[in-house]
């Protein structure tokens, strides 16, 4: 038993050994140069903290996140996702397997993946350094890292919420190209498989508006890209993002026959 012990330990040390230095060797990033920084000016200016125009959670009278704008492509406004015969078949046996709204993940405080989290109706705070865009998300504390360092994308991604992006710059426009997503809700209304890909295109419309496109690529589930349309984003020069915990005075429950369902009573209430 003792001998069997030390094999599967020195696998294990194996495998963290080699594993994590093998993946961090292919994607090592160089410490940003004197020269690095002085390019930074050059580039637009996405840093700040961001909102979609009538977003809750900053402010009274603000109301739900406003609709996305579906432009581009070629389609209808509500035009419907080109989908594969396979997936076509898979989107109805879906929505006859629904369940209802509340019966969800995310009110569950299970945050939705990419592209979903970039819609939330709370702020976004961009930090742009040499190599890398950061996107903090207040909503479920989400964190996106970009990479403009000129490396691609991975071959065999470990899925993830959020995905894996790189970026590059064309223009004054920066181009990001995601990979490798788990399946969880992330706003999509159909299948997707695990050759998905989300473009996004951030542009400045003037100093404080932020465009961002966003269109699905799935050479699997798709016949064609899928355009999910324009956000806009405006800046706020003196906001900072709040801290966000979901599970902080969180009322909803899920009964033992999977019934969802939120407890209304103050749990602070002085007893009567």
Not at 166 to 181: K, M, P, Q
Request: charged share 20%; proline share 10%.
């Amino acid at each position: 038993m003792a001998s069997t012990h030390k094999v599967l330990f020195g696998l294990l040390a194996a495998t963290l050994a080699v594993g994590p230095a093998a993946f961090a060797q292919k994607f090592t990033r160089k410490a940003p140069t004197a020269a690095d920084w002085a390019a930074m000016p050059k580039l637009p200016d996405f840093n700040g903290v961001w909102e979609i125009p009538l977003g809750g959670g900053r402010g009274a009278g603000r109301g739900a996140a406003a609709p996305a704008d579906r432009t581009g492509g070629g389609r209808g406004a509500d035009a419907p996702p080109p989908l594969t015969p396979e997936y076509a078949a898979k989107a109805q046996a879906l929505a006859r397997q629904a369940t209802k709204p509340e019966d969800n993940q995310s009110a569950n405080c299970l945050p939705p993946g990419m592209p979903a989290i970039m819609a939330q109706p709370y702020p976004v705070e961009i930090v742009m350094t040499p190599g890398l865009v950061t996107i903090v998300i207040e909503a479920y504390t989400q964190v996106r890292h970009i990479y403009t360092d000129g490396r691609p994308l991975p071959d065999d991604p470990d899925p993830s919420f959020d995905g894996f992006s790189v970026g590059r710059w064309e223009g004054s426009t920066l181009v990001v190209d995601t990979v490798g997503f788990e399946q969880v809700p992330r706003g999509i209304s159909f299948p997707y498989s695990d050759k998905m890909r989300i473009v996004e295109r951030f542009k400045l419309t003037d100093p404080d508006t932020l465009s961002v496109e966003t269109t699905l690529i799935d050479p699997v589930a798709l016949t064609m890209p899928y355009s999910m349309g324009t956000r806009v984003f405006k800046r706020h020069r003196t906001w900072t993002i709040a801290e966000y915990v979901c599970e902080e005075n969180n009322r909803n429950f899920v009964d033992d026959k999977g019934k969802a369902g939120i407890t209304l009573a103050n749990p602070e209430a002085s007893p009567k």
